[in-house]
């Protein structure tokens, strides 16, 4: 018997379809059960980070099957716009993908391009191959496959926040991500992603994108600075980590029941 599969609704629809802004948590520590927790969890969406973590091609598989039981919408970083790597992490089926350092109009059309088939785009073709079209068994894989991946692409530069409205303007580019962290580095502010010229530059960008007709998101463990920003209209947001979650509890064991315990507050991502 031959089966026929219908992927999950892209981040894009589930975006579009959102009645409230979508909230979620990353995944850091590379664990699937960690990844499966979070997913069980409530949480709309979680971010797969294969930048800044322990995560690469094959524990990104490994985690994708861990939460695609759960209606969450998993998101997965590139480590870098790179259209081999691209290529790679769309066939183990990541459907919807986040670049980071997105700094021009330029950097925007690569990363489309790398997402796209011919004559669309430059993406090698592979699916036969590969869990993104489920070995040939997702319906017209390779006509649809920019309608059921989704592209988020990452500010976090002072130069990409001055672009931030032609980025957001790219066809292919589905919605824009926030990075304050690496916002605040390059504006001189390294650890200060709570610095009055910081969330001004956060808010400006969210500003420009909503005008270019684009959703736009952003990173916030602070929770008063996350409601602020979704008030300026973010359509999602992250506001923890696996791996702060653990850290910050764990702490507050330690704080809780050993007297001599380091309680000094941490800095917020």
């Known amino acids: 018997m031959s089966f026929r599969l219908e992927p999950a609704p892209s981040f894009r629809e589930r975006l579009a379809s959102a009645e409230r802004p979508l909230i979620g948590a990353w995944i850091c520590s590379g664990s699937p059960i960690a990844a499966e927790i979070v997913a069980g969890s409530g949480l709309d969406w979680t971010l797969i980070d294969g930048e800044h973590s322990p995560i690469g091609l094959e524990s990104t598989l490994a985690l994708l099957q861990a939460v695609a039981p759960y209606p969450i919408a998993p998101m997965v970083r590139v480590p870098s716009n790179n259209a081999v790597l691209i290529k790679q992490f769309l066939d183990v089926g990541a459907q919807n993908l986040l670049v980071p350092m997105v700094n021009s109009v330029s950097d925007a059309e690569a990363a489309v391009a790398a997402t796209r088939y011919p004559p669309r785009g430059i993406r090698g073709v592979g699916s036969a191959l590969a869990r993104a079209g489920q070995w040939g068994r997702t319906e017209k894989y390779l006509q649809r496959a920019h309608e059921i991946t989704s592209l988020s692409v990452q500010i976090e530069t002072d130069a990409a926040v001055q672009s931030a409205r032609a980025i957001a303007a790219v066809d292919g580019v589905d919605s824009v991500f926030i990075g304050p962290s690496d916002l605040a580095a390059s504006m001189g502010l390294l650890g200060q992603q709570e610095h009055p010229d910081v969330i001004a530059a956060v808010e400006h960008t969210i500003t ?27 359509a999602f947001a992250l506001v923890a980590a696996d791996v702060s979650i653990l850290a910050r509890a764990t702490e507050k064991l330690a704080a809780d029941w050993i007297p001599t315990a380091d309680t000094a507050e941490r800095e917020s991502y």
């Open 208 to 234: 420009e994108v909503l005008a270019a007709g684009k959703p736009v998101g952003v990173n916030a463990f602070v929770p008063a600075t996350a409601r602020r920003y979704l008030d300026a209209g973010a």
